[in-house]
């Protein structure tokens, strides 16, 4: 390359490069670097245990390592018994019944959020997303091409959006909508892909936290 050559421009995507900074992640490096200057700081940004994982948990993983069985590429939906139990789970504890076909475990909830935007959000689609909600919900809709509609919910509705305020918030680029709950901790939250007709009609469902 000669001097009069300009160098290659590196940049990211502008697709990447119009998402904000995780400020989850970013509150959580704070309150790190101040613990580790000697401050006597409590983190709630993460929702981070402040406990190591409990010894039967480690046991378990330690012998589920030495068995040949795992020693395989895992199916990319998840392991089938995994599935099942997440199935009967989700009916035990939520009365929700589910099969084990409808069933795909990933890392973590976001990425489950993530994952069902790219799946079914086209340029220019709506997802009503009440508030209050993690704050990298919004970024995972706009890296799909999907257009974030906030709809605020506050503590004298026990945070909880009403119908009225769904239907406010519904246009015809509608798709989704997201529904969190503060309540846990971490969130647990369903994205609903919801009918054009009704922001409050039936639908499929994919959820995480």
């Known amino acids: 390359m000669s001097a009069a050559t300009p160098p290659t421009e590196r940049r990211v995507s502008a697709r990447i490069g119009a998402i904000s900074e995780s400020a989850t992640l970013a509150v ?6 101040l613990k580790a200057a000697g401050r006597p700081v409590i983190g ?16 378990a993983a330690v012998e589920a390592c030495k068995n040949p069985k795992y020693h395989r590429y895992t199916p990319a939906g998840g392991l089938p018994e995994l599935k099942a139990a997440i199935a009967a ?18 890392n973590g ?9 790219a799946a079914i959000l086209d340029p220019g689609d709506e997802v009503i997303v ?19 509609v906030e709809v605020v919910a506050d ?21 989704v909508v997201l529904f969190v709950s503060p309540r846990t901790r971490p969130a647990r939250s369903t994205a609903r892909r919801t009918p054009r007709r009704s922001a409050a009609g039936p639908s499929s469902t994919a959820c995480g936290s």
């Not at 959580?28 to 670097?33: M, S």
């Not at 909830?109 to 935007?117: C, D, L, P, R, V």
């Not at 503590?155 to 798709?175: F, I």
Request: hydrophobic share 35%; charged share 25%.
């Open 130 to 148: 009440p508030a209050p909600y993690w704050t990298t919900y919004p970024e995972s809709i706009r890296l799909a091409g999907g257009v974030p």
């Open 28 to 33: 959580d490096a704070k309150a790190k670097a």
């Open 155 to 175: 503590e004298t509705t026990g945070y909880r959006v009403s119908v009225e305020q769904l239907e406010a918030a519904r246009t015809e680029r509608t798709k």
């Open 89 to 106: 789970k989700t009916l035990r504890d939520s009365g929700y019944e589910v099969d084990a076909s409808q069933v795909l475990v990933t």
């Open 109 to 117: 909830g976001k990425q489950a959020i993530y994952e069902a935007f």
């Open 44 to 59: 709630f940004g993460a929702g981070e245990p402040d406990f190591p994982t409990p010894d039967y948990i480690v046991e």
